[in-house]
């Protein structure tokens, strides 16, 4: 029967057709197994590849940063490489402070030490930032930070027995209780010098505070007005600078001005000012 016959000749149909896209799926499979196969016979990329993800997944979380690494890692960013405190002593700093030259005082002598710390930290840094007497700016080096410098010279200090915390040298924050506790009734008594203060003496010491101050007092920038201020208070306040407290952001600038005034120096001066 025509309809039997057609039935059968569809089903044929259906297998062979079904032959030929099961051929055409497994030769297409084969195919890309043996793409894969070519890719992965590189044994060696591979191996590298597998080794890098493993060391990858291992890694420690915190990576300890070596000097080495903080260099290298600043010389890709393109910064200068960052020098440590003792790297920056024995380049720029040892030529003076291990030999003595120029009567510079020694590292590891604990008794200078402590009387140069005896200022405060921040003002034994501005010196040796600024300079002072035979040594030069920065021990010479220009291209050192003001942190650089800072870093140095606590090295030096600590090389020399002293103890210096948080930026702040120990013997300071333990005398200052006791600074306070004398600068109090000091304070008053030359309160009562200032009284008898000379105003006269006073403008001649004045002389050396023109330069910042203004020759009225009047102060500019960072430097503070004087003027306008009662004599008890510029007592107080040029007694706290000479005792080497933090008065203001700018204390490193005023407290070596201070150090060397004596008490009537003081009370003369507070008499002037207090006329501007
Ligand atoms: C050319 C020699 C020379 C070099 C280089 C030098 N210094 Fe000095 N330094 C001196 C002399 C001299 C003094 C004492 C100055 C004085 O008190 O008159 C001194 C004093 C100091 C003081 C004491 C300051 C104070 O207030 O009493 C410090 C801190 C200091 N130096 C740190 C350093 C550091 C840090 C370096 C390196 C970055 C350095 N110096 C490089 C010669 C030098
Ligand atoms: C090298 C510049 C300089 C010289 C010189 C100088 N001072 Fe100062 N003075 C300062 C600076 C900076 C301050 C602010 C410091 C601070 O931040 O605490 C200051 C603060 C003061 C203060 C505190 C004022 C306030 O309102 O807090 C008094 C008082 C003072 N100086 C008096 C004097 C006298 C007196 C002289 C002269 C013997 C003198 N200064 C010389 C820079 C200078």
């Not at 059968?8 to 084969?30: E, G, I, K, W, Y």
């Not at 040796?128 to 050192?144: H, K």
């Not at 090295?155 to 300071?172: C, F, R």
């Not at 004087?226 to 004599?231: D, E, Q, V, Y």
Request: proline share 5%; glycine share 8%.
């Amino acid at each position: 029967m025509a309809s039997q016959e057609d039935k059968d000749f569809m089903t044929r149909f259906v297998v062979v057709l079904s032959v030929l896209v099961l051929l055409a799926a497994v030769f297409f499979l084969a195919a890309r197994l043996l793409s894969v196969a070519q890719r992965t016979a590189v044994p060696d990329d591979l191996a590298t590849a597998a080794q890098a993800r493993v060391e990858e997944r291992i890694r420690p979380i915190g990576r300890v940063a070596t000097a080495e690494d903080v260099e290298e890692d600043a010389a890709e960013n393109g910064e200068p490489a960052r020098r440590s405190a003792s790297d920056i002593y024995r380049a720029v700093c040892a030529a003076c402070h291990d030999t003595g030259a120029a009567d510079a005082p020694l590292k590891g002598d604990e008794g200078v030490w402590a009387d140069r710390l005896g200022q405060g930290l921040d003002t034994v840094v501005q010196h040796a930032i600024d300079g002072i007497g035979a040594m030069p700016a920065r021990g010479g080096d220009a291209s050192l930070s003001d942190e650089e410098v800072r870093a140095s010279v606590v090295y030096l200090l600590e090389e020399s027995g002293q103890t210096v915390e948080n930026g702040a040298p120990e013997a300071v924050a333990e005398a200052e209780p006791e600074v306070d506790a004398e600068a109090e009734p000091a304070a008053e008594a030359e309160a009562a010098e200032v009284v008898a203060g000379d105003p006269a003496a006073g403008q001649a010491k004045f002389g050396t505070c023109i330069a910042c101050h203004g020759a009225k007092g009047e102060g500019m920038g960072i430097f503070p007005k004087l003027a306008g201020h009662t004599a008890e208070e510029i007592v107080d306040l040029l007694t706290r600078y000479r005792a080497g407290e933090t008065v203001g952001p700018n204390t490193p600038l005023m407290a070596p001005q201070a150090v060397t005034l004596s008490d009537e120096d003081i009370a003369n001066l507070a008499a002037y000012i207090e006329t501007l």
